[in-house]
């Protein structure tokens, strides 16, 4: 018989009660490093006490009125995230796939605007991820996850990542724009070259449309810097955001300049739940700390030390890691073995990891993680491996 709850995961069998930083518990009482952050979303860690703090008293005051009436707490997390990115202008919502929908629907009702209703396609890249609702699965273009889903969203066209001939080749008269995610995620780990971006942003400019980016897993901190793309010095002109932003509170992100944001005019979009004052408090709470002077400077600066030691780890097993790529706290190991061999190893040893597409071991820890933390989850990461590697060599003796 069905679970009552339905069973559309494949979970481990865990159930945390209670965490403190980048540590969780579970109900049993074993204690977990948790280098995933619930899908790079605890950008906090657990348990922070200003984000804490922040939601329980917006709780007892008011959670939830409707977009309805003005929401100063939205109004003030919008303010604060245009002065520190490019944007002019800010829509929330609850998720990535609902920001990124969002952001969708701004491209084509903008070109529409602008007296160009033929142009509606947007062009995506391989081994993108951009959400489970269905344009945003059609954005992704996974045909294993699209299956038996019916007639896909039309309007998305993919190339290869990091080719700019293909990008070129691809762009036709119904192109109204392109998504691109700074650092795919889902798809394992794979930065955007700077020079792509910068080449994204030219040929946009070329041809006047319009360069989207996907920061919901890359964005809020988690490169180093608030936004990934800043690294490469250009700037979109619509972006999304959600995990991270709430500190794992549900909230996503529009973020748009004014010539696009203005698209989306009273009746065009909305949302019930998007934006409320609950919310804006989380998100306020994680801005709180996030732009604390040196906070991101020191998420860059732990990046480089994980970054280094994951190295010196994969130097040490060739037979379990291939390479470490990624950007601040959000890393990934191309693996040997089977990826998830790999992360079920980390959680007998007490490491919680992600995987990613391309047999990719992802790591991204809370911001907040601190040296000590660092230095364990190495320990375990390092035991964990010698474990896959012994299995590994005594599979290959015995055959
Ligand atoms: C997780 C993710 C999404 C989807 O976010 P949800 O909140 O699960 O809808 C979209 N884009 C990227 C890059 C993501 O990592």
Same mark, same amino acid.
């Given at each position: 018989m069905i679970s009552a709850l339905l069973p559309n995961y494949a979970r481990a069998d865990l159930a945390f009660e209670r965490g403190e930083g980048a540590w969780l518990w579970t109900v049993d009482g074993r204690r977990f490093l948790d280098f995933g952050s619930g899908i790079a979303t605890a950008s906090l860690g657990h348990a922070h006490p200003h984000l804490v703090k922040a939601i329980a008293e917006q709780a007892a005051k008011v959670m939830h009125t409707s977009n309805l009436y003005r929401i100063p707490q939205a109004e003030r997390l919008a303010r604060r995230l245009v002065d520190v990115t490019f944007a002019d202008s800010v829509f929330f919502c609850n998720s990535g796939a609902e920001a990124n929908e969002g952001m969708i629907k701004m491209m084509r009702r903008a070109t529409s605007d602008a007296? =160009?209703? $033929?142009?509606?396609r947007v062009i995506c890249f391989e081994g993108a991820f951009h959400g489970r609702t269905l344009a945003t699965l059609a954005a992704t273009g996974n045909p294993h996850y699209l $299956? %038996?889903? %019916?007639?896909v969203v039309d309007g998305f066209d993919h190339v290869p990542f990091n080719n700019m001939n293909a990008v070129r080749d691809a762009i036709g008269p119904q192109t109204c724009g392109i998504i691109v995610e700074p650092v795919q995620g889902e798809g394992g780990i794979r930065p955007a070259d700077l020079q792509f971006l910068r080449d994204l942003r030219a040929v946009c400019d070329e041809y006047d449309i319009i360069l989207g980016m996907d $920061? /919901?897993?890359? %964005?809020m901190g988690r490169? %180093? =810097?608030?936004? #990934?793309?800043?690294w490469s010095g250009i700037a979109p002109d619509i972006m999304s955001s959600a995990k991270g932003i709430g500190g794992g509170f549900p909230l996503g992100a529009v973020l748009a300049t004014e010539r696009y944001a =203005? #698209? @989306?005019?009273?009746?065009t979009h909305g949302t019930?739940?998007?934006?409320?004052p609950l919310a804006c408090a989380a998100g306020n709470a994680v801005l709180d700390v996030m732009l604390e002077p040196g906070f991101l400077e020191d998420v860059e600066r732990k990046g480089r030390v994980l970054r280094g030691e994951l190295d010196a780890v994969a130097r040490d097993f060739p037979s379990v890691f291939a390479e470490v790529r990624g950007l601040g706290l959000l890393l990934g190991l191309k693996c040997v073995v089977p990826q998830g061999q790999v992360q079920a190893a980390c959680v007998a040893e007490g490491l919680l990891a992600l995987t990613a597409g391309d047999n990719v071991l992802r790591l991204a820890p809370? @911001? /907040? /993680?601190?040296d000590s933390d660092i230095a364990e989850g190495v320990a375990l990461l390092r035991r964990a491996a010698a474990k896959v590697a012994a299995a590994a060599s005594s599979k290959a003796a015995a055959q």
């Open positions: 007296g =160009k209703p $033929e142009r509606y $299956e %038996g889903f %019916g007639p $920061e /919901v897993q890359s %964005g490169s %180093g =810097k608030l936004f #990934a793309h800043e =203005k #698209a @989306l005019k009273p009746g019930t739940f998007g934006g409320n809370p @911001l /907040v /993680v601190t």
